[in-house]
């Protein structure tokens, strides 16, 4: 690819973002918040002016490689955010936010059978959510909700005093089980996100100055690579 031969596939007003291709890349799954005609979407175009965003609802959509069949695939009350494939591409495991009860890990069918499903049984601060290779597990960030409320940060980057932790939990829901702590903090640019690899029993983060890190599901073992 040279970057040449440049096609739009989404043309609403509002924000678009966090587009990633289907196992087999048939579909794009992405993030968006599309103010309504009236009020909101003034203000709306009077912050982008200014090169400001107001944080909104976002909600995950769903469309063709091509950019056709645009279906809006969920619609809460707060964030849905940070969708991932499951590698059989039958499911969309996403976090959610809200100010007043905090996060959740949920899933959804891609095609749109039935309602989501809402995997953690105990609201707190996901982030940076991945499947394992043989999709049997889930792989995330934790944190308390007060963590989040705190400090306000969001989804992305944390400061070096966050508290928080490498968690997994089967993927079809259940308690999540911690695999140890997040040094430092620091998400952003792939950093100590967890990542599946090429041995099924493994997590694999990268560390910062530590480099690429391999450990097993119960934190043990951890090997540099």
Excluded: C
């Amino acid at each position: 690819p040279d970057g040449s031969d440049v096609i739009r596939l989404t043309d609403r007003p509002g924000y678009d973002g966090g587009a990633f291709y289907s196992p087999d890349g048939s579909k794009i799954i992405w993030r968006a918040y599309y103010p309504e005609e009236g009020p909101e979407l003034e203000d709306y175009r009077r912050l982008l002016s200014q090169g400001l965003l107001r944080p909104g609802e976002l909600e995950l959509y769903i469309m063709d490689a091509d950019g056709s069949n645009q279906v809006n695939l969920t619609n809460s009350s707060g964030y849905d955010d940070e969708p991932v494939w499951s590698p059989d591409g039958r499911y969309i495991a996403y976090i959610t936010w809200s100010d007043s009860v905090g996060g959740d890990i949920y899933r959804i069918r891609t095609d749109r059978r039935g309602q989501p499903e809402r995997l953690t049984s105990t609201s707190a601060f996901y982030d940076k959510l991945n499947y394992s290779r043989d999709g049997s597990r889930l792989l995330a960030i934790r944190g308390s909700r007060l963590h989040r409320m705190r400090t306000l940060e969001d989804f992305g980057r944390h400061g070096g005093a966050s508290e928080l932790d490498y968690v997994w939990l089967p993927a079809e829901g259940g308690e999540p089980n911690r695999i140890t702590w997040v040094g430092s903090g620091v998400t952003q640019q792939g950093r100590n996100v967890p990542h599946a690899g090429p041995d099924p029993d493994r997590v694999y983060i990268w560390a910062g100055s530590e480099g690429l890190l391999s450990m097993r599901y119960d934190g043990t073992d951890i090997k540099s690579i």
